[in-house]
C-alpha cells in the first residue's frame, strides 16, 4: 500500500512539473502574439527587438 501512494505521489509531482511548462509556453506564445498583434507593421518578426538590438 505504502509503494502505490509513493507512485501516485510521483505522478502528481511529476504531471504538475509538465503542465508547469506548458502554462508557462503558452503565456509566452500568448506574450509574442499580443506584441504582434499590437505592432501594426505587417510583418510578423516576433524577434524583431532581439535582432535589431
Do not use: H, Q, R
Request: charged share 20%; aromatic share 8%; proline share 2%.
Amino acid at each position: 500500500m505504502k509503494m502505490t501512494k509513493s507512485i501516485l505521489l510521483a505522478g502528481i509531482v511529476g504531471s504538475s512539473f509538465f503542465l508547469t511548462g506548458c502554462l508557462a509556453a503558452a503565456v509566452g506564445a500568448a506574450y509574442v502574439v499580443g506584441e504582434e498583434v499590437n505592432e501594426n507593421d505587417g510583418d510578423f518578426d516576433p524577434l524583431d527587438e532581439i535582432v535589431d538590438g
